[in-house]
């Protein structure tokens, strides 16, 4: 793949690029931290950039902003991915939430506008933290569970932004097979994305076959594995699949890095990757890995062969964090109407 390689997404056949830039979860001062990478991550040849109001309440998004501030170049070079928060659900919020975002960016328009995910979160506040999400006592978010069971209407009202022209495309993060067909029966603008956690260790095979065959392009976040913030981690002794022998022994016979191994294995699987990092050398690492030859066919079928071996890993918990998993959704999952 050259530098510029791109996926197609959506039936409009737009394009995205290929290796994205992640902000989740920066280490130390959010703004600041994911400023210097991602005007790291630019200058090393990055254009597609993948951010979240959720990430700090916009401070991601800010950080991100003053970065191509900084950058000084075309604002249409860039390809800019941003969230609407779980909190901003109501189809009345939808369109304040997404301008929240752009004031944040410094932008007039993002080129793709996710559903952060389908489920949809109480807001409280006044003022300027009017669209803070309300919490209970142990500190997880208050559930709107009827604004959750129609995320069919947020989509809706997602579909306005793109006949306004703030958003370029829109998609979804965090779908099942089964909450993408509830939005596919009535809406007008199809998901032109679905970003879904994807790893050795979580192929989601099925899912994948459903997106592609209704023209919906995936996007692969922790495409490394991880360890993402406590509030919602799932299995934090699992060594991530970078630490696999498997992956180990496949970078020492290619003379690459496992990163870009998990990374190139994710590219020939047809999804675009949005790797993190805040380490510089991490960020020429993963970019590096357009330039480089494809894995041969039996090395893919290695690496699909380690879930046998792990079993399914999610890194994500949605069980534990909203009491119900959207993913394999039991008679505890109020997320759908009755």
């Known amino acids: 793949m050259s530098a510029d390689a791109t996926f197609t997404m959506g039936a409009e056949e737009a394009t995205i690029p290929a290796i994205g830039f992640g902000t989740f979860q920066p280490d130390h001062n959010p703004e600041s931290e994911v400023t210097k990478a991602v005007l790291q991550a630019i200058e090393?040849?990055?254009?597609?950039?993948?951010?979240?109001?959720?990430?700090?309440?916009?401070?991601?998004?800010?950080?991100?902003?003053?970065?191509?501030?900084?950058?000084?170049?075309?604002?249409e070079e860039l390809f800019i991915v941003t969230k609407l928060a779980n909190a901003h659900h109501k189809p009345v919020d939808v369109a304040a939430g997404l301008e929240l975002s752009l004031q944040n960016l410094g932008l007039d328009y993002v080129d793709l506008y996710l559903m952060h995910s389908p489920v949809a979160y109480e807001?409280?506040?006044?003022g300027e933290s009017e669209w803070l999400t309300a919490r209970s006592a142990d500190g997880k978010p208050k559930i709107d569970f009827p604004t959750t069971q129609r995320y069919d209407l947020t989509w809706k009202a997602m579909?306005?932004?793109?006949?306004?022209?703030?958003?370029k495309h829109i998609g979804v993060s965090n779908?099942?097979?089964?909450?993408?067909?509830?939005?596919?029966?009535?809406?007008?603008?199809?998901?032109?994305?679905n970003q879904i956690e994807l790893h050795p260790y979580l192929l989601e095979t099925e899912l994948m076959r459903f997106c592609h065959e209704n023209d919906i392009h995936v996007t692969?976040?922790?495409?490394?594995?991880?360890?993402?913030v406590a509030a919602v981690a799932a299995n934090p002794d699992v060594p991530g699949p970078l630490e696999h022998e498997v992956i180990i022994s496949m970078a020492?016979?290619?003379?690459?890095?496992?990163?870009?191994?998990?990374?190139?294995?994710?590219?020939?699987?047809?999804?675009?990757?949005?790797?993190?990092?805040?380490?510089?050398?991490?960020?020429?690492d993963n970019f590096a890995v357009l330039a480089i030859p494809d894995l041969?066919?039996?090395?893919?079928?290695?690496?699909?062969e380690i879930?046998?071996?792990?079993?399914?890993?999610?890194?994500?918990?949605?069980?534990e964090h909203w009491g119900f998993d959207i993913y394999n959704p039991g008679p505890e999952d109020p997320t759908e109407e009755s």
């Open 159 to 167: 579909e306005n932004l793109v006949q306004s022209g703030r958003a």
């Open 307 to 319: 879930k046998k071996e792990e079993g399914e890993v999610r890194f994500i918990n949605y069980l």
């Open 220 to 228: 692969a976040f922790s495409p490394l594995g991880g360890k993402p």
């Open 252 to 284: 020492a016979k290619h003379r690459m890095s496992p990163a870009q191994v998990l990374l190139k294995w994710g590219l020939q699987r047809g999804t675009s990757v949005i790797p993190k990092a805040y380490n510089p050398a991490h960020i020429a």
């Open 123 to 126: 807001r409280v506040g006044h």
């Open 296 to 304: 041969p066919k039996e090395d893919c079928i290695a690496i699909d």
């Open 175 to 193: 779908f099942s097979v089964k909450k993408l067909r509830k939005v596919l029966r009535t809406c007008t603008i199809k998901p032109a994305v």
């Open 44 to 75: 090393v040849g990055y254009r597609h950039i993948d951010t979240a109001w959720m990430y700090g309440n916009g401070e991601a998004e800010r950080g991100v902003g003053e970065a191509i501030r900084r950058w000084n170049g075309k604002r």
